[in-house]
């Protein structure tokens, strides 16, 4: 697949893509929270680099055998991307899929890259065999909600606080159907 004549692939990631991922992470905190998330938050997740590289590693080695997963995007091979799922986290809705993190690098939004993995990630859960899937977002969060929105994501009504360091941020939660069609 090409994009703006760049080399774009979506894969699973691997524990030597941590590092990548966490950067991309933090960066895409930091620019997409400015706003939403405390200042002295988003000031401060740079300090947590090698924390928040250690857990994505985790998360790489133990996302098959929980049965989640983690992809990432590359342009021309740089990680810039990364999206994460598997069934959801919510009490009583474990036979939901859902994308537990989807975040791109804002040195390449509007590239592509976060429709790119949407796309795997929706079709890695519906080969799961989820018939729908949820994600929660800050309500405060306008650009991803638009994005979330055109890629067929419906708000359904649930409401959740979110805390960070001290402070409560709304989050709502997003539903869509998965089809079928496709499974392996």
């Given at each position: 697949?090409?994009n703006?004549?760049?080399?774009?692939v979506?894969?699973?990631?691997?524990?030597a893509d941590a590092?990548?991922i966490?950067?991309s992470?933090?960066r895409?905190?930091?620019?997409g929270?400015?706003?939403?998330?405390?200042?002295?938050v988003?000031q401060?997740?740079?300090?947590?680099?090698?924390e928040?590289?250690l857990?994505?590693?985790?998360?790489?080695?133990?996302?098959?055998?929980?049965?989640?997963f983690v992809?990432?995007?590359?342009?021309?091979?740089?990680?810039?991307?990364?999206?994460?799922g598997?069934?959801?986290?919510?009490?009583?809705h474990?036979?939901l899929?859902?994308?537990?993190?989807c975040?791109?690098?804002?040195?390449h939004w509007r590239?592509?890259?976060?429709?790119?993995?949407?796309?795997?990630?929706?079709e890695?859960?519906?080969?799961a065999?989820?018939?729908?899937?949820?994600?929660w977002v800050?309500?405060?969060?306008?650009?991803?909600?638009?994005?979330y929105?055109?890629?067929?994501?419906?708000?359904?009504?649930?409401?959740k606080?979110?805390?960070?360091?001290?402070d409560?941020?709304?989050?709502?939660?997003?539903r869509?159907?998965?089809?079928?069609?496709?499974?392996?």
């Open positions: 697949m090409t703006s004549a760049m080399a774009m979506v894969r699973p990631a691997k524990v590092g990548s966490a950067t992470h933090i895409s905190w930091q620019s929270y400015a706003g939403v998330v405390s200042g002295e988003l401060g997740l740079g300090s947590k680099l090698v928040r590289t857990r994505w590693q985790a998360n790489i080695l133990g996302a098959e055998t929980e049965g989640h992809l990432v995007c590359e342009l021309d091979g740089e990680v810039v991307g990364i999206l994460a598997g069934p959801c986290r919510d009490a009583g474990e036979a899929g859902e994308v537990h993190a975040y791109v690098d804002p040195d590239k592509g890259v976060a429709s790119a993995l949407m796309d795997a990630g929706i890695r859960l519906t080969k065999g989820h018939t729908e899937a949820v994600l800050l309500a405060d969060n306008a650009r991803a909600r638009s994005f929105e055109r890629h067929s994501w419906i708000a359904d009504g649930a409401e606080m979110y805390e960070l360091e001290g409560r941020y709304l989050e709502l939660r997003y869509r159907p998965l089809s079928q069609g496709s499974v392996a």
